[in-house]
């Protein structure tokens, strides 16, 4: 499998055709959170929610490949065999419980997006997956994903126009919260975007 690295550049710009793609405003309009959910499903990929495992390890999973998946049944409390077609994200439905999980679920759901568009043709026909899983070892892929994935929640030309709009009389902990609330991500995914780009 080769792995192919895309500069960062490269990536801000897949993002920009994907949301164009989807409706341009997300891009040029006013700053908004961005419907990731409806975006997968525009891609033709269906997303489905699951407990993936029991104690919540893997936060979401990528399938390029039909088959079988592993999920588990938190009434009968046992794994059962899930059947997947080419082009699921399966979501860990821990993350919709709560509404403090919204930002990771957006998170999860925008990295997984990412897997689809950057590596669909590496995964496709091997019968792997590519699965978020918590603290898992950063390798290029997972990086890459993230870093999509970002781009993607957190358009560029989004983030810099909303900072100018709402920076004024704000100190850094209240700018990063009330940007996180426009968009819809955590407070940590908001702060990294604003500091990899210079802004804080
Ligand atoms: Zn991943």
Not at 108 to 127: F, N, P, R, V
Not at 148 to 176: E, N, V
Request: glycine share 8%.
């Amino acid at each position: 499998m080769t792995n192919i690295y895309y500069q960062e550049q490269v990536l801000e710009n897949i993002a920009r055709k994907v949301l164009c793609g989807y409706d341009s405003a997300l891009y040029y309009g006013s700053p908004a959170a961005v419907p990731i959910e409806e975006m997968i499903e525009a891609h033709g990929v269906s997303l489905e929610y699951q407990y993936l495992r029991k104690n919540g390890r893997i936060l979401g999973k990528t399938i390029f490949d039909e088959g079988l998946e592993a999920v588990y049944d938190m009434e009968n409390r046992e794994y059962t065999l899930f059947p997947v077609r080419a082009g699921t994200i399966l979501i860990d439905a821990s993350l919709c419980e709560e509404d403090a999980s919204t930002g990771r679920l957006r998170f999860t759901c925008a990295h997984e997006l990412a897997h689809w568009i950057l590596h669909k043709k590496l995964y496709t026909g091997t019968g792997r997956s590519a699965a978020m899983i918590t603290e898992q070892s950063e390798t290029i892929l997972e990086i890459q994903a993230n870093m999509l994935g970002s781009a993607i929640l957190m358009p560029i030309a989004q983030i810099k126009r909303c900072f100018y709009q709402l920076r004024g009389g704000r100190q850094d902990g209240q700018l990063i919260d009330d940007m996180a609330d426009v968009f819809q991500v955590s407070r940590q995914a908001m702060r990294i975007r604003l500091t990899n780009h210079r802004l804080l």
